[in-house]
């Protein structure tokens, strides 16, 4: 099959996802709370019946359902989520403002949670059923079981307050400045303007609730690379590789691994998703302003248009990550190419 | 005598039907399905005695011994409000464990159920409730039951109801495939033969023989709905803030984050519950790894 092809097919996949997730998105803001003016419009505007009436016209509340849908994915193509109630900003612009922070931390969690999860998983597999493969199934297991939440407070009880080698909560320590915007990533932007004090203060910010994500989302990432490595290493090409005299680490990296990590790719998208909740209660905690946060906060304060604009959001962007997933599936996976 | 019925009940092709007998005999041989085991059945009877065991009552309050560290009187310290920590930590088991199951339990069988129908009937009626499954499955878990509980108001029930709404899909998709599996064999074509109605064929002849597999799906799972409902609590959409369930403790703790005894026994109880069934739960999973190997 073509690339063509096979972007195209993959492309009319993600479509009527798409559309379903504005749909279930539509049924909860709309169908779901008993009353969504009331959710959706803070207290002092009920009394306001010109800005009740607003809000029912630009909905298009007093129309049939489908109507309303319609209405909904309009206001929603155009960006418009509503206003939050607690921050009064139209939902919209709060996420601009806070998503970046979040794709900083997401990004430096996903590189470290696949170097631990895959790096644990194949310990575990070369070194099947002895003391190396225990550890490293337990380190995974603490890493699903524990809450992330405990498995932060600990850290910085533990690295931050007691020793002292990485830095708390927030993106910057108090008195540094903010770099210049340009990404909104402050540790590129420190980069970008030559400033490394910053970018060294920025990174020290990100390794312990980077840390904290990445050892969540290993235990199931070394669980499948453990897994997917043994079925791969009892091959019949693995004893060909070996009886040719190859070296074991060859052997293992060149023929093992590269063949093991396919179904790894599928979990570490799916683990997006996982990161993308853990930094709600990750980012609350190390009072890091993110996305996460501020659905924290839109969560604790009944801030529902915030809640559906931040739960809409996610659900795309995981929809988004596994499009990349699939696509990058093509050239790994040379079945695809050829079946 | 069992173990040639267990020879001649099971298929070869499908890790499902090793014989019972066969799964215990693994299980008791992995030490740590014997301390997973050990430690959730402890906390079942914690669940059970809290009453008696507990010092004190959870809610009742001592601003006089506020903030207290763990001491003889007070085994984990108190709160804020001078409440015994010890006590809320065990009292908190009728909580979460009770939750958690409730959500694996409805989520299951609606999921179960869903997923027999879709496979059952097949054609149109299968692709709409397939493709209604998906978009379930297209949010981030607690994500949906975020905005679902927001929606529905915070509050124990609702918090249930919203893991339930987020939970059976993934049970509707593995019953979907059995049955497509379980259809095709001879033994359903010999009732349909007989003239048995399609009601019955599908709850009498296949639905068993997609228990045991949904019941395993389950066990899997319910660490992962206590994490879950933990977590929602801990954002403040579960329980009420006064009442000792687990993740709210460790919510409220944090803003006490010197005094570590107020969020770290909530935590560790959660941790230990969790891991436990992870435990008991990695031990199937080795020993059905052909089927459930890929799916986390």
Known sequence: MNFLRYLIRRILFVIPLVLGITVVAFLIANAVPADPINANLPTNALNNEELVEAFREKWGLNKPPIEQYLTYLGNLLQGDMGVS??????????????????????????????????????????????????????????????????????GLTVLYAQWGI?????????????????TGLFTIDALLNRDWDTFKNAFSHLVLPAMTLALYISGIISRITRSSLL??????YMRTARAKGLKERYVITQHGLRNALIPVVTIIGLSYGNLLVGSILIESIFAYPGIGRYMFRASTSQDFP?????????????????????????????????? | MSSISSITSSTPESGWDRSASAVFYHLRRNPLVIVGLVIVIMWLFIAVIAPALSPYHPLQQNLADRLQTPN??????????????????????????????????????IGTLVGAVAGYVGGIGDELLMRFTELFMAFPTIILALAVTAALGPDIKNAILALVIVWWPSYARVV??????????EYVEA???????????????ILPNCVAPAVILATLDIGNAIIVFASLSFIGLGPDPSSPEWGRMVSIGIDFFDQWW????????????????NFIGDGLRDILDPRLRGES
Do not use: C
Request: proline share 5%.
């Open chain 2, 262 to 277: 107020m969020w770290l026994f909530p935590g560790f109880a959660i941790a230990s519950l969790v891991m436990a069934f």
């Open chain 2, 191 to 205: 009732a349909h033969s007989i003239g048995a109605p399609s009601s019955y064929i599908l709850f009498r002849t």
């Open chain 1, 166 to 182: 990485v830095s708390g909560p927030g993106r910057l320590d108090v008195i540094m400045r903010d770099p210049p915007h340009v």
């Open chain 1, 231 to 236: 079925e791969v290493l009892s091959m019949d």
């Open chain 2, 72 to 109: 003889a009187d007070y085994l984990m310290g108190t709160d804020e409000l001078g409440r015994d920590m010890f006590s809320r930590v065990l009292w908190g088991a009728q909580i979460t464990i009770p939750a958690g199951l409730a959500v694996i339990i409805m989520g299951s069988l």
């Open chain 1, 306 to 339: 915030a809640i559906m604009g931040v739960s809409m959001l996610i659900a795309l962007i995981y929809v988004g990550v596994n499009f990349v997933v699939d696509i990058l599936y093509y050239f790994l996976d040379p079945r695809i190419r050829v079946g």
């Open chain 1, 85 to 154: 109630i607690k921050t009064r900003h139209p939902v919209r612009d709060d996420i601009a403002q806070f998503l970046p922070a979040t794709i900083e931390l997401a990004s430096v969690a996903i590189v470290f949670g696949i170097f631990l999860g895959v790096s644990l998983g194949i310990i575990s597999a070369i070194w099947k059923d002895t003391i190396f493969d225990y550890i490293a199934r337990i380190i995974a297991l603490i890493g699903v079981s524990f809450p992330v939440f405990l498995l932060a407070l600990v």
């Open chain 2, 176 to 185: 979907r495939g059995l049955v497509l599996e379980i259809k095709s064999q």
